[in-house]
């Protein structure tokens, strides 16, 4: 419905962010709408997570994030002192980010129409490189790369909903990318594509990847990192960690010449000390993810059928 009114070459990028050529230089353009619940939840809440994600969909373009927006949507009669610690983690996280708040909105709706605070931002971040970062420029042979252990916001978030407590607290990985990715740029790598792992986890990011680009992929089950605990949190919640949200966790698609290089790099940033090698972009001819199991058999990794978890985000 959106793509046919709006269609126009930019929207058609299909990236986490736009990429818009300016007479001196190429800038990247993002929004998203943060309506977590709990606003408060172990590791994070909806203040930083609204910085942080915003400043990661600049980052999977490969641009420098700079500037954000805050649009507040505060339904009447909630806490004050909840949106002074809201606001306080916003300007922490922004600060911790390296970007500035330049513009923003508020609006209050009546009691019981708000569900009490939603956010949306919008990013401007500069890309400074040659690099064609983008879905369409994934190869054949790219190597995929996971920069740590995926599952743990999606579970940390349904945790603290439904009130479960396990041995040791799951703590969500909400954290800015753009430290890590800029990393790799310094270095010359050869990154062809990136996407941060939100809603849906990393087989949904795989999924609409392999759609874009038309390519199939082949990821190692034994290769992709996941804590025992988010693991055994997955099994009693009925759930598989390969769909699990995240909020600090990329992929990265770059030249097989490149990934030794790429991977090493990442190790040595905090956010990417359990990185590793996870899959590859196959020679076939389907537009697939596939996954070879623990026990080496091979099965189609689909899109999540029915409904994501409500929420995560």
């Not at 606003?39 to 400043?55: H, R």
């Not at 649009?71 to 980010?97: N, P, R």
């Not at 990011?205 to 992929?217: G, H, M, P, Q």
């Amino acid at each position: 419905m959106f793509t046919k009114a709006f269609g126009n070459e930019l929207l058609a990028q299909n990236h986490d962010s736009t990429l818009i050529n300016l007479p001196n230089n190429k800038i990247a353009f993002t929004t998203d709408s943060y309506v977590v619940k709990p606003i408060f939840f172990s590791g994070s809440d909806i203040g930083s997570l609204a910085v942080n994600g915003t400043v990661n969909d600049l980052s999977m373009s490969g641009a420098k994030p700079l500037y954000l927006s805050l649009g507040f949507i505060i339904e009447e009669g909630f806490a004050m002192e909840d949106l002074w610690k809201v606001v306080q983690s916003i300007s922490e996280s922004a600060k911790k980010s390296g970007v500035k708040i330049v513009t923003g909105d508020t609006k209050v709706v009546d009691k019981g129409k708000g569900d009490g605070i939603f956010i949306n931002t919008s990013g401007v971040g500069v890309i400074e490189h040659k690099l064609n970062i983008s879905p369409a420029n994934i190869q054949k042979d790219d190597v995929i790369i996971l920069n740590g252990d995926i599952g743990r916001h999606g579970i940390a978030i349904m945790a603290e909903r439904e009130g479960l407590e396990f041995e040791h607290a799951i703590e969500s990985d909400s954290a800015p990318l753009n430290g890590i990715v800029q990393k790799i740029l310094d270095a010359g790598i050869d990154i062809h594509c990136m996407r941060d792992l939100t809603r849906g986890g990393l087989s949904s990011a795989l999924n609409e990847l392999a759609d874009s680009s038309k390519s199939e992929i082949l990821i190692d089950e034994n290769s992709v990192p996941a804590r025992e605990d988010v693991k055994g949190a997955c099994e009693i919640l009925g759930f598989d960690p390969l769909y699990a949200a995240n909020e600090g966790k990329f992929i990265v698609f770059v030249n097989p010449k490149d990934a030794t290089q790429c991977l090493s790099i990442m190790k040595t940033h905090p956010l990417g000390k359990d990185s590793a090698v996870i899959g590859e972009v196959t020679g076939g001819n389907e537009t697939i993810v596939k996954l070879r199991s623990k026990i080496g058999t091979t099965r189609i990794l689909d899109m999540l059928s029915g409904e994501q978890l409500p929420r995560i985000c």
